[in-house]
């Protein structure tokens, strides 16, 4: 079976360990893996959705990024067939309605970081509960 993953995108220290130890308690089961950047995600992404030894859950990924921006992200991942499956979440500080409907139009989740956690917590134990009911 492969072991699932989910791959944060962000650059911020704080952040990634916030969410990290979330993570850990609520999804303990799924590996956890960052990228710093928008380079680092799209060769992570590549990566691990060429290895068969694993599942790539989710990509959490923030807008502001150094290198390539989430956006360019963005737009790479649902341009390249195999990655166009993993869901995506964005979650990030900018908060603009324009970007809600961009993120519609490409049919990924738009959160608001920190004022959506709890949402986010949710989407994360779907995640999770979709893990354990496959590996069953």
């Not at 089961?29 to 799209?42: N, V």
């Not at 959705?49 to 992200?73: H, K, N, Q, S, Y």
């Amino acid at each position: 079976m492969p072991d699932p993953v989910v791959l944060q995108v962000e650059d911020d220290d704080a952040g990634y360990f916030v969410f990290n130890d979330l993570f850990k308690k609520i999804c303990p089961d799924i590996r956890l893996e960052r990228a710093r950047d928008g380079s680092e995600a799209l060769e992570k992404i590549e990566k691990l959705t060429a290895d068969p030894a694993v599942d790539l859950r989710l990509i959490l990924l923030d807008v502001f990024l150094p290198m390539i921006d989430g956006w360019e992200v963005l737009e790479s991942i649902r341009a390249i067939e195999e990655y166009k499956q993993v869901p995506v979440v964005i979650f990030t500080n900018l908060v603009r309605e324009r970007d809600r409907v961009r993120c519609a139009a490409l049919g990924v989740e738009y959160l608001e970081k920190p004022g959506d956690l709890q949402s986010l917590i949710v989407l994360v134990k779907e995640i999770c509960a979709r893990a354990n009911s496959a590996a069953a």
